[in-house]
Every structure is written in C-alpha cells, then in structure tokens.
C-alpha cells in the first residue's frame, strides 16, 4: 500500500517532493518511509505562526510568502571561493569539510589530517553504507512532532556528514564544516549531520554558516549528536548568512554518563534566524553547557529556542545566552529546563541578558523551570537593558573617552559568552569576528544609555 501525504496545493513542498523521489530513485529503501515519514509530519502541523507557543514572539510570514525549492543537482564549487569567506578561521592543522547549498564539495574539503580510525564522510555516502546501519540511528534523537524545519530537513536531505570518533580516542586536530550558501533563486538547503563520540573520545568541531551572495535563501540543518559515556565534545557554531536568508537549525544530542557537552551559538546574519535545541541528559555525572551570543541590528530576528531533559540524577546544565541589538532588530529567548522525577540532585542554571544599542531594538525572553523532583539545585534569571551608567562614570574618572567606554562595555558583554569556550584559537578569532561585527552596527559609536 503506497503511503499518500496530503498537503494544501498551494504549499510548493509537495511539488519538491516528488522531484526528490525522481531524482533519489536508487535512494536505500530504508530511507524513502524516513523521508515520506518527515513530509507527513511536516502536512499535520505545518509552518508554525504567532498562535504556537513556541513561536509567538517568531513571526516566519516571509518564509511562508517564498516558494523555496531544494537544491538536487549541487554545483561545483571553486577554490578561490573560499578565499572570499570573510572569515578564515585560524585553526591551523584543522581538518575540514566543505558544503554548497548543503551539499558536500569533496575536493575542497581535506580529512586527511583525522586518524585513519575516524570514520567521516559525505552522508550521502554514509546512507548507502549497510554496515553504518545509519537506518537504525537517523532520526532516532530528533523530535519532528513540535518542529516543522526538522521534520523538512528528515524529507528532503540529500547530503551532510557522518563523523564517528572510536572509543578512547582524544582528537587533537578541530574539524571545521564549512557551510556555504550560493544564495541563488530561493534555494533551500537540508544539510544533516551526525556525530557520534565513542566512550573516552574528545573532539572540537567547528561549524559556521556563509553567505557567497546577498541573494534570499533557506538553510535549515539538522544535526544529531550522540556523545557517549565519558566522552568530551565541545561543538562551536557560528551562523554568518546573508541579512535576506533564513536559517532554522535543529541541534539533538543524547549525552550518556560523565561525558561533557559544551555547544556555543554565535548568531550574526539572517534577516530571520532560529537554533532550536533539545538535549537529552541520559546518564549521571555529566555535564551539558549551552552557551549562546546574538548580534542584531537593522530589522534581524535572532531566535534561541532550547530544551534541557534533565532524566537522570547526579547532572549538571548551564545556558548562558547574551543578545546584543540594535535599530530595530529583535532578540528572542526561549530556554526550558525539564526536571524528570527521577533527576534528583540535578544543578540546573539558565540566564539571559539582553542589551539594546537603540530605543527601538526589543527583546523578549522566556527562561522556564519544570521541575519533578525535590532534591535539585536549580536557577534561572534575566535582564533586559541598556549600558550602566556607574560603569561608564567609573571609566570616564580614570581618562577613557565615553565612546570608548561604551565600546569597551559592550565588547565585555560579548565577551562573557567568547570566553567561554575553550579551544584558544577558536576562542581568539570569535572574538575578532564580534569585534568586527559591532563595528557596523550604527549606534556602537555613540551608543544609547539611560
């Protein structure tokens, strides 16, 4: 019996599904139910509007008003475009992987730097991999019923990567995926990623987002992290797109015992952009750390919606999330830490700070606690404002100029949230790059304070 999905005509996902199925016909056959799995996820609740939830303060009308189409054939893309990514990240022996529109570009990217036990390749090659067994894993930590984005990626992802780091291996070499986004014709992009970290393994891995036009697109990846007992991952994401492109990133991860899971989001491009985020912390003794730096100006929307599944006891989760907003740009913060009854002895934090350059930036922040058990640590706050003004007097005593002390104030705020991560090099560069952002933003020389 052939499975039907029904979708309103006007919705042009239809339309692209059926030439993904022509044009994936060798596809395994584990994945054509995945994919027609996700697009009938996908009909049932379509794109959310300001009556979900979770997504009143997120108005997505000019993505809905588009008629994106996926991208099938992937160009080929040429060396000297990379030289054009605004910032080449200092990461010396890294290893890397490169993608266009959300497909892999092999001979620009370069692995060779990973040990020879490391499995990484193109998702496009690990599907037709029977001994991957990717038909027993994909999907298995996403959670497509409360977003339309993952369920759309699940329908219509061509490629990605897949990265397994073995047990008890320590990779001292960064792996960087470098996303790129042609932005031609309101293209949209489905990139999936999976990594697994075995027990004992540590890995950093770098993933950033760039526009190569100011053209309008989708990019919504998807990626799913398995990091298991003892392991030790620290993921550092940099979104850069282009300030007429939407990017909806969906972020998994399944945390097992002891292991240490530090996710850092730096936000900077996108006329709309969102990080939903779900992890799942599913042993004792781990540590799971989401931090988080937005910076909006002009009319950008810059979304972070996350939930913490505390369902074991003995762990701790920290999210610190800083929004920095100017003109009329809008921050939004949605963060959720779920308490299970059996979580006792969970140390919970989550904290928000939002500072606006401008009168008429805005932020809306909802920091929740749903709590179970009765033996738990947990904290939550947070702060909407502008530049103290003590600060500023106590610098303007000791002969720093107001402009530069205001500059110096904002880059500090920043910084709470760069020097959070670990990696040096990383760390060094993120910085140049917020440096380098705030400088356009117009109200950063004279900015506003009450």
């Known amino acids: 019996m052939t499975e039907t999905v029904q979708i309103e005509e006007s919705d042009s996902w239809l339309e692209a599904f059926e030439a993904l199925e022509h044009a994936e016909k060798d596809s395994p ?24 939830e979770d997504w009143r303060f997120t108005n997505i009308d000019p993505i809905r008003k588009t008629a994106f189409r996926p991208t099938f054939a992937p160009d080929i893309l040429e060396a000297a475009m990379l030289d054009g ?4 990240f200092k990461t010396g022996n890294a290893a890397r992987l490169v993608f266009l529109d959300g497909h892999f570009q092999r001979e620009l990217s370069d692995m060779s730097k990973l040990p020879q036990n490391v499995t990484c390749i193109s998702m496009r090659d690990a599907v037709a991999r029977e001994e991957l067994r990717l038909d027993q894993h994909l999907g298995q930590y996403t959670y497509h019923h409360d977003n339309p984005f993952a369920a759309l990626n699940a329908a219509f992802f061509q490629d990605g990567f897949y990265l397994n780091i073995p047990k008890n291996l320590q990779l001292e070499t960064p792996l960087h995926i470098i996303h790129l986004s042609s932005g031609n014709d309101a293209q949209a992009s489905f990139a999936r990623f999976f990594i697994r970290a075995g027990e004992f393994s540590k890995c950093t891995i770098l ?5 190569l036009s100011e053209g309008i697109y989708l990019n ?5 992290f398995v990091v298991e007992n003892e392991a030790n991952i620290e993921h550092i994401k940099i979104q ?20 240490q899971f530090h996710s850092h989001y730096l936000n900077m491009g996108g006329r709309i952009s969102r990080n939903n985020i779900r ?3 599913n042993g004792e003794g781990l540590e799971c750390v989401l931090n988080g730096l937005y910076l909006a100006d002009g009319e950008q929307l810059s979304d972070n919606h996350m939930i913490v599944d505390h369902s074991k006891p003995h762990c701790d989760s920290h999210e610190y999330f800083n929004g920095i907003l100017d003109d009329k740009a809008r921050g939004v913060f949605h963060g959720r830490i779920l308490v299970q009854q059996i979580a006792q002895k969970t140390d919970a934090k989550q904290t928000n700070k939002n500072l606006l350059l401008s009168n008429d930036a805005t932020a809306d922040t909802k920091p929740q ?11 939550h706050g947070a702060t909407i404002g502008q530049l103290d003004d003590e600060a500023i007097y106590y610098l303007r005593t000791r002969g720093v100029p107001k402009a530069v002390a205001q500059q110096m104030l904002v880059h500090a705020f920043a910084g709470e949230i760069i020097d959070r991560i670990h990696h040096d090099l990383i760390r060094e560069e993120l910085d140049e790059m917020v440096w380098t952002r705030l400088e356009k ?10």
Not at 38 to 52: I, V
Not at 220 to 224: H, L, Q, S
């Open 369 to 379: 606690l749903e709590i179970y058990a009765d033996d738990v640590k947990c904290t």
């Open 29 to 52: 056959t584990w994945l054509i139910p995945f994919r027609k799995a996700g697009l009938a996820q996908y009909a049932k609740t379509g794109l959310p509007t300001l009556r979900d």
């Open 207 to 211: 993933e950033s987002h760039h526009a």
């Open 279 to 281: 992890t799942k912390l």
């Open 85 to 88: 990514i605004p910032y080449p």
């Open 441 to 450: 933003f117009a109200h950063f020389q004279n900015v506003t304070t009450t």
């Open 220 to 224: 919504a990846p998807t990626t799913e």
């Open 240 to 259: 850069d797109e282009s300030k007429q492109a939407f990017h909806l990133a969906s972020v998994y991860a399944q945390v097992g015992r002891a292991a």
